[in-house]
């Protein structure tokens, strides 16, 4: 499904990843562990188009496209989402809005017509209710004035309704309290199924007790330098991450 | 010849074609023509024009459309395309020539009059000439002098005392693209009796490439809890000059709201004055100008507090892009005596490029010491990471800076009532958006799904 190939990306001229490679198929669920400063949230934020990353060489392809030749909205409308670790505030955009227009825009990308009110409603009533949101929030401006966990929690909230093929997921635990990691949790879970994957980058284990990953990287300066099963993060929370190292110089 | 002896010579053909008018018009025509005189055109030297330079009017050669011997008439296909739709009381005037033919007022309520000034002369000149004048001198600057000069036309709206309109009153100024281009000096007035109630549209629009000059000048006269909302939505094409000053006059307990939209013309300044005169008068001043190419548009409004309890609030957003220039200078003037009074102020601007310009400045003069004032501009740009979040969710990058720009407005077009002049702005503003003006049915839908 994606497909990354000894991925090169510089910011600011200075390089982040140093040739990472990684393999995603659909059904499964990748973990991307790693100290901070690794390049962690670069690799997701490269995928999903962000400005100011340069990649100097490797390639990424998703289904067989080359993502790096698209644009940001088509690799959304493509299946690939990413979940911010910082959501920004939108003022003046209601989030029914954004909900709306973005899944009409992914319909449209697929050729399918729009999705009437009602039934576009009661869609978002049942992803709402699931995230344990109040339907106020749809009224709200995107973000404003919303708490740490809320914006998570509203950064699920549009993955559910846009069902994308690969969620990716950048620290989505940092600020959560335990319930509301827990609801995070169940959102990211409903999601899972044999044709869609989703891709973690977190710093701890404890986001893993609730989603548990098919398969764990290590990502340290720029490469991923061990491969594991989700017993592999467990060691990592244990041990830390200097073994690692030692292991992968030797 | 000087610039302005073009347009004195413009006013003596006329002079000799016009039939015979009542000794007070006249009058009123030789002292706009002689103050016009004195004054000469502004310059950049003007403190009130140091931004906005006035020589494209100045220097052009502009025919009065009824001296005009090339004009085609405007196709009732284009003048239905360029009127808003939606259901109004309707005077429609083309380069400043009553247009009776795309005109509605079949639907009168009672104790409301709506005519062309014209008719209103003739029916009653002596009815229309105490008021006529009273709130827009000829010393208020060199255009409303050049306006009392020529005006022969425009619309007189009476609203009896306690009458409330449900309906709009649309008056439309249609420009059209000619070869010879064309002038007008349309006049409003507005007289709202006590306790009445209204919304009066004024609707600058044209064909596109028309290149004319218009200088519009209305005086709003609200008596004792008169409401009266004013919108002026100006779409003129961009080739278009338009000056125009708004006068309003406020009685106690009174409110006048003013949504002064500004989306076309190569040239722009808007005055609006607001005399504040008895306590409980309120004033709320709304703007939004939006610019680009070489754009000019420059809003200067004033409110004059001059009575104790009485409220002010303005809010005016920029948007500029290309090579285009702002100009906002918002005024206002406490009396020593006005007490308790409230005065809020505030300008926002969004440039869209580099190049774009404002000229933004508050002016607060303030002789009472028992105030409440605030005023507060600001200037940014379009959030590059919000637009990402947008195109992250699939959503188009035209449509994402089309939404932002409009959400920077938002504080101003969520106050229009008006859905069709709501979409004339956004869709100039922002392009073609997806279903903004569908959520108030999604909400419902919310509402009732919340009910089951």
Known sequence: ?250 | MSDEQTFLDALSARDTRRGAEPTWIAARRQAGAARFEALGFPTRRDEAFKYTDVRAIARGDFTLAQDAQDVAPLSPATAAALTLPLEALRLTFVDGIFAPELSDLAALPAGVSVEPLSQALADNHEAVGGALGRLAGVDFSPFTALNTAFAEEGAVIRLAPGSVVETPILVQFLSRANATPLMSHPRVLIEAGARSQATVIEHQVGEEGAANFSNLVSEVMLERGAILTHYKLQEASLKDLHVSSLHIDQGRDSRFTSFNLNLGGSLVRNDIVAELNAQGAETNYFGLFFAQGRQHVDNHTLVNHNAPHTFSNENYKGILGDRAHGVFNGKVVVRRDSQKIEAHQSNANLLLSDRAEIDTKPELEIYADDVKCSHGATTGQLDEEAIFALRARGIGEETARGLLTLAFAGEVMDQVALDAVAERVERTVAGKLPERFNLAGLVEVAAALDEE
């Open chain 1, 1 to 250: 499904m994606l497909e990354v190939k000894d991925l090169h990306v510089t910011v600011e001229g200075k390089e982040i990843l140093k040739g990472l490679s990684l393999t995603i198929n659909p059904g499964e669920v990748h973990a991307i562990m790693g100290p901070n400063g690794a390049g962690k949230s670069t690799l997701s934020a490269v995928i999903a188009g962000k400005d100011g990353y340069e990649v100097t060489s490797g390639s990424i392809t998703f289904e067989g496209k080359d993502v790096l030749e698209m644009d940001i909205e088509e690799r959304a409308c493509a299946g690939l989402l990413l979940g911010f670790q910082y959501p920004v505030e939108i003022p003046g955009v209601k989030n029914i809005y954004l909900l709306k227009a973005a899944l009409n825009a992914q319909r449209a990308a697929r050729g399918e017509d729009e999705m009437p009110a009602p039934e576009f409603m009661k869609l978002v009533r049942e992803k709402i209710k699931f995230m344990k949101m109040d339907s106020s929030f749809l009224q709200r401006a995107v973000n404003e004035g919303f708490s740490g966990g809320e914006k998570k929690r509203n950064e699920i909230l549009q993955m559910l309704l846009l069902e994308p093929k690969l969620a990716m997921l950048d620290e989505i635990d940092s600020g959560l309290d335990i319930d509301a990691m827990k609801v995070v949790a169940d959102g990211v879970n409903s999601l899972r199924d044999a044709n869609r994957a989703i891709l973690m980058v977190t710093h701890y284990q404890r986001l893993l007790d609730h989603i548990v990953p098919d398969v764990v990287h290590v990502l340290v300066d720029g490469r991923i330098v061990k491969t594991g099963g989700k017993e592999l993060a467990l060691e990592l929370e244990s041990r830390g991450y200097e073994w690692v190292l030692e292991e992968s110089a030797a």
